[in-house]
């Protein structure tokens, strides 16, 4: 966890950590909704996480493979399912939700390859000098590979519009 990162999460208040709990409690009502529409199983876990709620929907082994279709092949159908998720709690509160939702592990399993992504780049840094420009990533991609930098002690930016929009790492 970076310095930043520590720094946001020790000084989440009392009175936001219960505002966080009531967006997930929002957000899993609404994904139980959802679940139940579309026929599928699953378990709802609600968590703050970064000064964020979050939210994962979980499954035994065998409804895990149902679950994948609200993740699609790279995460775009769970990307629309979060923001639908966030408009749902924003309806609710009346305030924009930054919620996190992650899916039958998708998130999990794609921050720990962003992860060694990362490092691996930041080697390539620190053993040539030059800056590394990295693949097109969304903004959770880029926030992963961001808060790895971070906590290795060199410097990134994004660059770019979307949907070309990556992160460029620089030596220290």
Avoid: C
């Avoid at 929002?26 to 979050?54: K, M, N, P, S, T």
């Avoid at 990295?134 to 994004?158: C, I, Q």
């Amino acid at each position: 966890m970076s310095e930043e990162t520590q720094a946001v999460a020790d000084s989440t208040e009392p009175a936001d950590i219960k505002r966080l709990e009531e967006e997930g409690e929002i957000a899993a009502d609404y994904l139980e909704e959802l679940l139940d529409i579309a026929d599928l199983d699953g378990d709802i876990d609600i968590d703050v996480d970064h000064g964020r709620a979050a939210v994962e929907i979980v499954s035994e082994e065998d409804g895990s493979r149902w679950l994948k279709r609200l993740v699609g092949d790279d995460g775009e159908v769970l990307d629309a399912v979060q923001e639908l998720t966030r408009l749902a709690v924003q309806a609710k509160t009346g305030v924009r939700s930054r919620l996190m939702l992650d899916i039958a592990g998708f998130r999990r399993g794609r921050k720990a390859e962003l992860t060694r992504i990362a490092e691996e780049a930041i080697a390539e840094v620190r053993s040539s000098g030059e800056r590394r420009d990295l693949l097109a990533m969304n903004p959770f991609e880029r926030k992963v590979v961001h808060d790895v930098v971070a906590a290795a002690g060199l410097v990134s930016d994004s660059e770019g519009a979307e949907p070309e929009r990556h992160v460029v790492i620089y030596p220290a």
